[in-house]
């Protein structure tokens, strides 16, 4: 069955330091998300992406995050100055479809800042 | 404001017994909802969802249920299992250009043997 998988599983930085989490989505789907999850919180939304742009962001996602599709497997999450309050999971998601409800989700990828 | 959430955050059931997990929502525009259940150390995994204008959804041991009247969601878990055991989230999507979910807070949904 295919699955979203994303690298790597567990990320230690420095604050202010760039950070790239890299995913690669289920090879057919179209729509791209990032969400995160600050350890006992519910997931949150980041950034959804189609057709190689941005079709909307939460509040979360301000100018120090970007997202990038370089080819046609890779999605890409960058922080470019990390800070402590970045410290959480990083979950890509992907999708066929914009109408239902199925996002598959990857399993994560732990950022801890320090 | 608009939110997704819980009214229980921990659910234990005896192996066999039916679940049952609730959700209160407050955006009556919202398209579909949708449970996800999450294992430890895991993304969410893809439930069942529901399209705003149905009432019932059956999958394989899993039924949702939606009331609009009184914008609740549930999801009913038929003859729990141990490999049941995880925190359960009722998302939503309230469609629009960026087809985000927004979640709510989470039932830990615990198994005894």
């Known amino acids: 069955e295919p699955e979203v998988t994303q690298t790597p599983s567990h990320q230690v930085t420095q604050m202010g330091q760039e950070v790239i989490l890299r995913c690669v989505p289920i090879s057919n789907h179209l729509y791209f998300y990032w969400y995160r999850q600050i350890l006992g919180q519910k997931v949150e939304f980041l950034v959804s992406?189609?057709?190689?742009?941005?079709?909307?962001k939460s509040e979360i996602f301000d100018d120090q995050f970007s997202v990038e599709r370089p080819d046609g497997s890779n999605f890409t999450l960058k922080i470019r100055s990390t800070k402590l309050e970045d410290s959480a999971m990083y979950f890509c998601a992907s999708a066929l479809t914009k109408g239902a409800g199925e996002q598959y989700f990857g399993p994560g990828t732990r950022l801890t800042v320090t | 404001g608009e939110s997704v959430g819980l009214h229980l955050p921990t659910l234990s059931v005896q192996e066999g017994d039916n679940s049952i997990i609730n959700c209160a929502y407050s955006n009556s525009a919202s398209d579909y909802f949708i449970w996800y259940k999450q294992e430890s150390g895991k993304g969410p995994q893809f439930i069942i969802d529901?399209?705003?204008?149905?009432d019932k959804r059956q999958g394989q041991r899993v039924t949702v249920l939606l009331n609009k009247t009184v914008k609740h969601l549930s999801l009913q878990i038929a003859a729990t299992q141990p490999g049941d055991s995880a925190v359960y989230f009722c998302?939503?999507?309230?469609?629009?250009?960026?087809?985000?979910?927004?979640f709510g807070t989470g039932t830990q949904l615990k198994v005894e043997l």
């Open positions: 529901i399209r705003s204008n149905m």
């Open positions: 998302a939503e999507n309230r469609g629009g250009g960026g087809n985000k979910l927004t």
């Open positions: 992406f189609y057709n190689n742009e941005i079709s909307e």
